[in-house]
């Protein structure tokens, strides 16, 4: 099943080929304008654009424009009442081709035309793209460090074919590009770079989308293979940090809640299937402190979790992964010298500007409508004990929302291993000492996570 957006403002044509596409499976949008088309686009992710020739308000060739700017995977093709009518505006194939457009579709014809190109091609929305021999040039370039994010050289995937430009950062500012988009991804580059010290590749923040959701497919796939790949902890945590860094640095846009979906679903298969954890856990000793690592560890665990308590559905475990992301997002709303600090380290008055982050976090997610109540709770309560000695309002036992105190007992465990540099079974071990801490969290969360890494409850 494909996502297939129609931009046309010819209702017949439009409907015919909606008509003749829907008994395949596929899910049809059709829209009138250009700016229509961008905007949705934009919210939703596409495989297939059916461009208009006639398309007003944005042109089809501001359409073009847009999508190759922002780097957007999909199968483009053109719709024409004739060949002649793109000669007129001296249009040909190589210029098409230059403006991202795979193939043409002419008059009456054109419907059976596309309907048999979708039976007999299936690309993947990751298609190769052409590129244009100056763009084969690697110069040193000038680009504030601030534009790029990065990933570990040996936790990128090769062999297939780059989504985006990816640099080398060969000093404070100054950037080289040594793959670009639509070039062959090879392992045999990749290693090579590594053995000559190249520990990061950056790419341009406004890739980090693409990247998530390139990732998210990437994993799904090895998913439903049943194989089990030796850095698939890490794979998962790189969508993590990536997904954390766009909603902290872009804001909760639409399409944020799908892409917290695939990371719920990835991430329990990755952990239902794979009875090495807790060794691979070990590999995360050294815990990077930043707040992305963080939420990693906090979705993962509260994951563990779920996967032993009976009562969790699908659903339900979408919207503890997505509150377990943003359960930290109103510490975006103090002064960033406190978000930095332990918090038993800061003063009284410190700490009461701390305490307000689970409600201020709140606040930003009401004012979302892509965010359901579910995680919203989460939110707010993610610092409750059962105890009642939690923030910002002292809830006690049944008073918390039962979602709430799995992601609270994750964010305590993960906060633990991360301070003592402990692997996850040495900090159950001291977890399980602590009898002060015991009595604040939910007996029935904890036994859930000493299954998940023990097999005993």
């Not at 084969?136 to 074919?161: A, C, L």
């Not at 902290?248 to 009875?275: F, L, Q, R």
């Not at 918390?400 to 040495?426: G, M, N, R």
Request: net charge neutral; glycine share 4%; hydrophobic share 35%.
């Amino acid at each position: 099943m494909k996502s297939i957006l129609i931009c046309s403002p010819d209702d017949k044509w439009a409907s015919e080929l909606a008509e003749k596409l829907k008994p395949q499976g596929h899910v049809i949008s059709h829209v009138k304008s250009g700016k229509d088309c961008q905007q949705l686009l934009y919210q939703k992710n596409q495989d297939y654009l059916f461009l208009d020739l006639k398309t007003s308000n944005h042109s089809c060739f501001e359409v073009l424009k847009y999508v190759k700017l922002n780097h957007i995977p999909l199968d483009v093709s053109l719709y024409a009442p004739n060949a002649e009518a793109l000669r007129t505006l001296e249009i040909d194939d190589v210029l098409l081709k230059r403006l991202g457009v795979n193939q043409s579709f002419y008059g009456t014809a054109s419907i059976p035309k596309i309907v048999l190109h979708l039976t007999q091609n299936d690309p993947s929305r990751w298609r190769k793209v052409g590129q244009d021999d100056s763009q084969n040039q690697s110069t040193e370039k000038k680009i504030p460090d601030q534009n790029f994010t990065r990933i570990k050289i040996n936790d990128t995937i090769g062999g297939g074919v780059a989504i985006f430009d990816h640099y080398i950062r060969l000093a404070p500012n100054s950037y080289v590009k040594i793959l670009h988009q639509g070039a062959c991804f090879e392992k045999e580059r990749l290693s090579k770079f590594a053995k000559d010290g190249v520990e990061h590749l950056y790419f341009l923040n406004q890739d980090r989308k693409i990247y998530i959701n390139y990732m998210n497919d990437v994993v799904k796939r090895i998913n439903e293979s049943g194989k089990l790949h030796p850095n698939m902890v890490h794979l998962v945590k790189n969508i993590t940090d990536k997904y954390i860094e766009e909603v902290y640095t872009s804001g909760i846009k639409p399409g944020i809640i799908e892409e917290a979906k695939e990371i719920s679903s990835n991430m329990y298969h990755m952990i239902s299937k794979d009875e090495q954890l807790a060794r691979k856990m070990d590999e995360f000793k050294e815990f990077d402190p930043s707040i992305y690592s963080h939420c990693f560890l906090v979705s993962f665990f509260s994951m563990v979790i779920c996967k032993n308590l009976t009562w969790v559905s699908a659903k339900t475990r979408e919207s503890i992964v997505t509150g377990a992301l943003l359960h930290d997002i109103g510490l975006l709303q103090i002064p960033v010298a406190l978000r930095d600090k332990n918090y038993l380290e800061l003063n009284p008055a410190q700490k009461k500007i701390y305490e307000q982050h689970p409600s201020l976090g709140h606040e930003m997610l009401l004012k979302s409508t892509v965010v359901n109540d579910q995680v919203r709770q989460i939110v707010l309560q993610h610092h409750e004990h059962v105890s009642g000695t939690g923030y910002p309002n002292a809830l006690t036992g049944l008073k918390i929302y039962p979602l709430a105190k799995i992601v609270s007992f994750a964010d305590y465990f993960s906060e633990l291993l991360t301070t003592q540099k402990l692997t996850p079974l040495e900090g159950l071990k001291v977890f399980l000492s602590q009898k002060e801490k015991l009595i604040n969290y939910d007996s029935e969360v904890i036994r859930a996570l000493v299954a998940g890494f023990t097999g005993k409850i």
